[in-house]
């Protein structure tokens, strides 16, 4: 055979034993070595693998509704000295939740009547009073002139009744099965019957009584075990005391993770450090706004004290200030703060005090622990439109402009700050450990009246601490030295820290 004749017949032999892609790609590879090496040969190459892996997440929010099959809850046959119950209507409530939801029933609404739990006459000024939130009273045991509601499933003379309270949530009905370990939940339609009843005194006054009931359907959350159960800094605001040990407890030392502020959607790094507290390890960068009713007790540290009013909210008299504004006013009966931009501290430490916001930052990156964020007075600090009555020396004020479920950090019970420096033996300078992780203190400067000083000379940041007279406490350290309580004047825009409550 000639050697054309030779390869022809090898390559034959191959075509018999090879299909499809593989057939193409190994006669290639031996056409090429023929024709560059003229010598007929086989090159086993291995095949190459590359894999590289992405996580994949969707968050499915959860749907809520609530529908009334009537309007109207109505006794039209009630007589004096007598009593009756009214219609039934059914309250269907519908969700794709896991946890269920709690539906509550108050007295107050539009279109309400009075500003109170009575079903009013407004012609004859007379009323029908609620009964008490704890009773379960049968309807021939009323008192003259008094209401009530139900949820039974038919109304006898044996049913009970409660009653309403004006704009305070009564749970009447909650649904889970949801255990945390269940492998499927409460999901789908529930119904809820509601019906009031009224026993009227011989001599009430005839006519209309009316008043709005509202009801409210809530979706349950799940059981909190892990800090990875949390998405919003908001969220240890909700924590029952188990919960916030677990949370805690899978928390390790010095570790950073992130949550976002539910005001802005802002995210910010935390760390639980060396004093037993939970710390934000980023700057406040919350921009304040005028809306009224904005800040409530839900997403902001507002109404604390001995009894806790859980309907507290807070509008700002000023908003934030723009970067390079001018209106700073230097006083302490309105809120006032300033956003310099997104800006980072680029590291380097000054010996002197003229640094602008321009020196020594730089645009951030996906890594915020330098973010400048913003300046606040004192008085934004602590979320009031006025703190100049508030005198008293070392006294904690027990508010911020921290996300709801974290704090300014306090003089009274863990002292903050001094416990901070000491646990972590902070120092500052060149040679210091204050900017250095976990806790990532920056040399931001402080602000005011539309400009920033000292970036990268030294750091001040606002506690709850009262000062007397126009001052507060924080803390303050500069190239040279680290003072964790010393008084600063309250119209200075310093910086905020949050502490987990």
């Known amino acids: 055979m000639t ?24 006669l290639s590879a031996l056409i090429i070595t023929l024709l560059f090496g003229g010598v007929l040969s086989f090159n086993i190459v291995s095949a190459m693998t590359y894999q590289n892996e992405i996580n994949v997440r969707f968050t499915f929010e959860p749907s809520l509704s609530i529908s009334l099959s009537s309007p109207n809850l109505i006794i039209s046959n009630l007589v004096p000295g007598n009593y009756s119950n009214s219609n039934t209507i059914t309250v269907d409530v519908t969700t794709n939740n896991i946890t ?18 009575s079903l009013v006459n407004t012609i004859s000024n007379t009323a029908f009073t609620s009964l008490g939130d704890s009773d379960n009273i049968i309807l021939p045991n009323f008192s003259d002139n008094k ?6 499933a038919s109304i006898t003379d044996a049913t009970t009744f409660s009653g309403l309270l004006y704009n305070e949530d009564k749970v009447i009905n909650a649904t889970t099965n949801y255990d945390g370990t269940a492998a499927t939940g409460y999901t789908g339609t529930n119904s809820t019957k509601f019906t009031i ?3 009227a005194s011989a001599d009430q006054a005839a006519g209309d009584y009316t008043n709005v009931i509202t009801f409210t359907a809530v979706t349950n959350r799940a059981p909190v075990s ?6 919003y800094m908001q969220d240890f605001a909700t924590l029952t005391g188990s919960e916030k040990t677990a949370v805690l407890g899978s928390m390790t030392l010095n570790q950073q993770y992130q949550l976002m502020d539910n005001r802005d959607n802002k995210t910010y790094y935390i760390s639980k450090l060396a004093d037993g507290n939970v710390w934000m390890t980023q700057n406040l960068d919350h921009d304040i706004v005028t809306t009224t009713g904005f800040y409530t007790y839900a997403n902001t540290d507002i109404g604390h004290g001995a009894t806790p009013n859980t309907s507290a909210t807070w509008t700002a008299d000023t908003a934030t200030y723009a970067t390079n504004d001018t209106t700073w006013n230097d006083t302490v ?23 602008t916001i321009a020196t020594d930052t730089v645009a951030c990156g ?10 606040y007075n004192w008085t934004a600090a602590v979320a009031m439109n006025d703190s100049s009555s508030y005198t008293t020396d070392l006294i904690d004020v027990d508010q911020s402009i921290c996300p709801a479920g974290w704090r300014l950090p306090t003089y009274s019970g863990d002292k903050s700050y001094d416990n901070l420096v000491t646990a972590l033996s902070l120092t500052a300078g060149a040679s210091g450990n204050v900017q250095n992780t976990p806790v990532y203190f920056v040399y931001g400067g402080y602000g005011g009246s539309g400009e920033s000083y000292a970036v990268g000379h030294g750091g001040r940041y606002w506690s709850s601490v009262v000062n007397a007279g126009p001052f507060a406490y924080g803390l303050d350290f500069t ?14 825009g310093l910086s905020v820290r949050c502490v987990a409550r």
């Open 366 to 375: 996906n890594d915020k622990h330098y973010h400048i964020g913003n300046y």
């Open 197 to 199: 009843g009224a026993k």
């Open 147 to 152: 209401w009530g509601f139900s949820t039974a």
């Open 100 to 117: 269920g939801y709690t539906l509550t029933a108050k007295v107050g609404g539009t279109g309400q009547t009075a500003a109170n739990n």
């Open 333 to 355: 009966d309105e809120p006032e703060s300033f956003n310099p931009g997104d800006l980072c501290w680029n590291g380097t430490i000054r010996n002197d005090y003229d640094g």
């Open 479 to 492: 190239s040279s030295d680290l003072d964790p309580q010393i008084a600063g004047v309250r119209i200075a």
């Open 226 to 231: 892990s800090i990875n159960d949390l998405n």
């Open 3 to 26: 050697v054309r004749q030779n390869i022809t017949f090898i390559l034959n032999n191959i075509k018999r034993h090879l299909t499809g892609r593989e057939k193409i790609i190994t």
